[in-house]
C-alpha cells in the first residue's frame, strides 16, 4: 500500500500513527492551520490497485482514495460511468478514457468509517444531503494486503471516525418504542434509525417496546442506570419524551441523571415538537433519518425544564408546552384521530375554528426582561405568589399557548428563534379576537408568519401561573406536552435543566488525519 505521510509535526504528534512505508515520491499536502479553522490539512492516499470501489452490482474497481480538511474524495479513472457510482463526473464530454471521475465525501455528511476485517471492507457511512433531506449513500471499498495493512487501515479508519462526530467512546443508550404512538409508525421510522445507528459499532443500544402508556416513566425513574447508560433514545411523539422528562424528574438523582443522559427524540408520534425543533435548530430537515444522524453525530444541547403545580395532582415535569383555548381543543379533541397522523389536527382544527371556546383566565407571568429570576424552589399553587416583578393579566383567550423551543410540532413554527435551552419560555396569545383573525392565526403557524398580526402577542416570560375563571363546557381542557391535565390552576416554574442528543454540527476542525 502506498500512503502519503505528513511531514507536520504536528500532525504526527496528534496522529501517533506509524508510517507502514514513508514513500519519497508520494504528494503530501498540508494546510498552515491556525485559530479554530479546519486542521485535516494532510491527506492520506491510497494508490490503486490496493483499494477497490465495491458497486452495487457486486464488481470492484481500483479507486484512489485521499482525505483533505473537508472530504474524502475517491478518484477513478477508465471506464466508469457515472451510472456505475451514481457520481459527479468532473469532465463531461470527454472521451472514456481521458474521464476522471470523483466522488466526494465530505465530512460533515460522514458518521464513521468502520473495516469488516474477516471481509476486509472498509464502510464510509455517509448520509449526504439531496434536495435537503439526508440519504444513505454509503461507500464500501475492498482493501487489499496482508494483516498489517487491515490493522493499519483499522486504524486509520478510526481516527477519522473521531473527526466524523463528538462522541468519546463508546455509547449505550436505552431505547423506548411506542408502538401504539401516532398512526402506529414509531417502529418503522426506528428501523430507518436503528439501520443507521447499527452501521457504527461504538453505538450500543437496547430496546425497549413499550407494553402500556406511562411504562418509559418507570423505567426512567427506576431501572435506567446512569453509570452503565449514556442517553435515552425515544421512539414515539412528544408524550413518551414528557415520561421520560418525568421518570428522570423523579429519581432521587435527578440532577445527575439528568446531566448524564440526554434525550434523543426519533419522530415516530403525531407532532413531534422535540424532534422537529432539534432537527431545524441543527440545520436539518425533520424525518427520522435525520434525526438518527444528529443522534449519530454525538453533540448535545441544553434543555429547559419548568415543574408543573396543580391544586389536585402530585408536581410534574414540563419540557414542551402548556395549551388551553383552541390549542388544547385542537390537540386532544382529536386524540380519536390518531389513526390520520398529523392530519388529525387539520381535520379538527376546522370543527373548532367553527365552534370556538375561549379560554376566559387571569395569567401572571414573571417577564424574561426582569432583572431578577423566579426563586430555585416553587410555591405551591394554593398560596399567593412570592414577591416578585410580576405582570397580570384577566382576559378572554382565543389563543393560549405557552412554549419551550421553536417548535410546537412538525408544522407549527410557534416561536421562531427561540432555543430550548436559553432559561425564557414564550406565551403566544391571541385575546378577544375574530373567528377571521383566529383563522389566520393558525393558517399562518406553519411558517411562523402568525407573529406578524396584528393582534397575536409573544410575550417572554421566566414562569407563570394561569388561574382558569369558571368553566362553561366540556370542551375547556389544558394539554401539557401534548398530555391532558385537569382544567384548573395551573403553574409552571423553573427547574433543573435537561438535555437533548443533537444540535448544530460544526465541520471538525481540532486534528489532522494523515497517513496510514
Ligand atoms: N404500548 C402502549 N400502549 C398504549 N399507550 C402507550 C403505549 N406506550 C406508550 N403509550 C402512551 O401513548 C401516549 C401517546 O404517545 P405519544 O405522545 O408518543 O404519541 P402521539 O400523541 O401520537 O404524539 P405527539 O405527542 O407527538 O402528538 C404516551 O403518553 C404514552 O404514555
Redesign the pocket.
Known amino acids: 500500500m502506498r500512503v502519503c505521510f505528513c511531514q507536520s509535526s504536528k500532525a504526527a504528534s496528534f496522529l501517533s500513527l506509524p508510517a507502514v512505508n514513508t514513500p519519497s515520491s508520494a504528494t503530501c499536502l498540508h494546510t498552515a492551520v491556525s485559530g479554530c479553522s479546519p486542521m485535516l490539512g494532510d491527506f492520506w492516499d491510497l494508490s490503486q490497485g490496493h483499494c477497490l470501489y465495491v458497486l452495487p452490482n457486486g464488481s470492484a474497481r481500483p479507486v484512489n482514495v485521499q482525505v483533505n480538511e473537508a472530504a474524502v474524495v475517491l478518484k477513478f479513472s477508465d471506464g466508469l460511468s457515472e451510472q456505475d457510482t451514481g457520481m459527479r463526473c468532473c469532465c463531461r464530454g470527454k472521451r472514456p478514457d481521458e474521464s476522471k471521475v470523483t466522488k466526494e465525501l465530505k465530512i460533515p455528511d460522514l458518521l464513521g468509517v468502520v473495516l469488516d476485517p474477516e471481509k476486509a471492507l472498509l464502510r464510509f457511512v455517509h448520509c449526504p444531503r439531496r434536495s435537503s433531506v439526508r440519504v444513505r449513500e454509503d461507500v464500501i471499498l475492498q482493501i487489499q494486503g496482508d494483516s498489517e495493512v487491515l490493522k493499519q487501515t483499522d486504524k486509520w479508519a478510526k481516527e477519522l471516525s473521531s473527526k466524523c462526530h463528538s462522541m468519546k467512546g463508546p455509547r449505550k443508550y436505552r431505547v423506548f418504542i411506542?408502538?401504539?404512538?401516532?398512526s402506529g409508525q414509531?417502529q418503522v421510522k426506528w428501523e430507518i434509525a436503528k439501520e443507521l445507528l447499527d452501521q457504527l459499532p461504538w453505538i450500543q443500544l437496547e430496546e425497549l417496546?413499550?407494553?402500556?402508556?406511562?411504562?418509559?416513566e418507570e423505567v426512567a425513574e427506576k431501572e435506567v442506570n446512569p453509570e452503565s447508560c449514556d442517553g435515552i433514545i425515544v421512539v414515539?411523539?412528544?408524550?413518551?419524551?414528557?415520561?421520560v422528562f418525568n421518570g428522570l424528574s423523579k429519581r432521587p438523582d435527578a440532577e445527575a441523571a439528568l446531566r448524564k443522559l440526554p434525550v434523543g427524540h426519533i419522530p415516530?408520534?403525531?407532532?413531534?415538537?422535540l424532534a422537529t425543533s432539534i432537527n431545524h435548530s441543527a440545520g436539518e430537515s425533520f424525518g427520522a433519518l435525520e434525526a438518527a444522524f444528529l443522534i449519530a453525530k454525538g453533540k448535545t444541547q441544553p434543555l429547559d425544564l419548568m415543574t408543573v403545580s396543580q391544586p389536585s395532582r402530585p408536581l410534574r415535569t414540563s419540557f414542551l408546552s402548556l395549551s388551553g383555548a383552541i390549542i388544547s381543543d385542537i390537540?386532544l379533541g382529536s386524540e380519536s384521530m390518531?389513526f390520520l397522523g398529523g392530519l388529525r389536527f387539520a381535520v379538527y382544527g376546522v370543527y373548532c375554528l367553527l365552534n370556538p371556546k375561549p379560554l376566559q383566565a387571569e395569567l401572571t407571568y414573571w417577564p424574561a426582561t426582569a432583572s431578577t429570576v423566579p426563586g430555585s424552589s416553587p410555591p405551591p399553587i394554593e398560596e399567593a405568589l412570592p414577591e416578585g416583578p410580576w405582570v397580570t393579566i384577566t382576559d378572554s383567550f382565543n389563543v393560549f399557548w405557552a412554549i419551550n423551543m421553536a417548535w410546537a410540532?412538525f408544522d407549527s413554527h410557534l416561536a421562531p428563534g427561540l432555543s430550548m435551552g436559553s432559561g425564557t419560555w414564550k406565551l403566544a396569545l391571541l385575546r378577544n379576537a375574530s373567528r377571521a383573525t383566529l383563522t389566520k392565526f393558525l393558517l399562518n403557524l406553519e411558517n411562523g408568519g402568525h407573529v406578524n398580526l396584528e393582534k397575536a402577542e409573544l410575550l417572554e416570560c421566566k414562569a407563570f401561573r394561569l388561574l382558569p375563571q369558571g368553566s362553561s363546557g366540556s370542551r375547556e381542557r389544558f394539554s401539557l406536552d401534548?398530555?391532558e391535565v385537569p382544567f384548573e390552576g395551573i403553574q409552571l416554574w423553573p427547574s433543573l435543566g435537561g438535555h437533548v442528543l443533537g444540535a448544530f454540527s460544526e465541520a471538525p476542525c481540532d486534528g489532522v488525519v494523515s497517513a496510514l
Open positions: 411506542n408502538p401504539a404512538s401516532g414509531a417496546r413499550t407494553t402500556h402508556a406511562g411504562q418509559a414515539s411523539g412528544d408524550g413518551m419524551v414528557h415520561e415516530g408520534g403525531s407532532g413531534n415538537a390537540d390518531r410540532s401534548g398530555e
